[in-house]
Nanobody
Framework: VQLQASGGGLVQAGGSLRLSCIAS????????IGWFRQAPGKEREGISC????????YYARSVKGRFTISRDDAKRSVYLEMNSLKPEDTAVYYC?????????????????????WGQGTLVTVSS
């Protein structure tokens, strides 16, 4: 099980980025995918996750209304569309996968819930 996150970069405040998480070695069926971020000197924070069916998605309060998670199982990909970016969104963003059929935010917001992780992609938002 391997995950590859990409799409990070430097953007001005108010701008947008789209992160991608591509799976290799397995299909995404039955896996939930979570996005986390870690800013310098801070703990890893769960920001969004999506159910295996794609029918349910969850967001941290800090990104709700600005970020959108989606998945395309045929492409083995999960996306995080980030709009209205703020300097405080600056962090390394990680995607993670866990095989399970049922989730809630209390579960998927915790990094310990996920077994498989991508390598991270850096997002820098300038003011």
């Amino acid at each position: 099980v391997q995950l590859q996150a990409s799409g990070g970069g430097l953007v001005q405040a108010g701008g947008s980025l789209r992160l991608s998480c591509i799976a290799s070695g397995f299909t995404l069926d039955h896996y939930i995918i979570g996005w986390f971020r870690q800013a310098p000197g801070k703990e890893r924070e769960g920001i969004s996750c999506i159910s295996s069916s794609g029918g349910s998605s969850y967001y941290a309060r800090s990104v709700k209304g600005r970020f959108t998670i989606s998945r395309d199982d045929a492409k083995r990909s999960v996306y995080l569309e980030m709009n209205s970016l703020k300097p405080e969104d600056t962090a390394v963003y990680y995607c993670a996968a866990q095989e399970t059929l049922w989730i809630n935010w209390a579960m998927c917001s915790q990094s310990g819930f996920f077994r498989s992780w991508g390598q991270g992609t850096l997002v820098t938002v300038s003011s």
